[in-house]
């Protein structure tokens, strides 16, 4: 490090223990480098001080604390693309009400290990929403849902449910290979007409078939 850079504060005890300076150099483990009356500190950046300092940046610099010098607020940046807000540890929103959060272009949340949502209501609204995870769990006693249009590719579905049942006006499916039904009794009606074709059909009983129509007509 340039031995111009202090390690220590070198305010007097009698001057302003708050000074305006600019930072010059970012360090790892939150400290920086500012530039003040012409002299360079080594500055740590304060607990409140959730937005994180750049090179650059106009900031408040604060030697309440004899032990080291704390960037506590940040007055100005001249290419401010974003605020990066980095706390260590856990960061705990609570409000005894409503919690709002709104951005004008874009708004990130990241966590390197979780991110929990704990509330008793929760209202998303989204114009288009995405959705990406290598894993998804969902546990819900009741879901609902009104949906215009499901378009679902996959490779493999699987289903074990006490109780399915369907409604819809009209119904295709297409099976490449093989299909599989295994039931206790199964129940075919239709309105209308039945038809099976097969380049080879085979019906088989174990005790009973019977054919009854009106009329039948085999050949």
Known sequence: MNSTVAESPTFSPL???EKVADVVDVLPD??????????????????????????????????????AVYVTSILERSNADGVYIRVRGDLV????????L???DALCLTSHKQLSIETKQLTMSSLDASLSSDRTTLTSTELRGRLGKVRVIGKVLEMVMDHIAQSCRSSFRSVETVEHLRASHIDH???GNMRLHAKNTVLTAEHLSKIDAGQIHLG
């Open 30 to 67: 939150d400290v920086f480098v500012v530039a003040c009356e012409g002299a360079k500190l080594r500055c740590r950046r304060a607990f409140s001080c959730l937005v994180e300092p750049r090179i650059g940046d106009r900031v408040v610099i604060s030697s309440v604390d004899r032990r």
């Open 189 to 191: 009606a239709a309105s």
């Open 93 to 100: 929103l609570d409000a005894t009400q409503n919690v709002y």
């Open 15 to 17: 001057a302003t223990r």
């Open 102 to 104: 709104k951005s004008g």
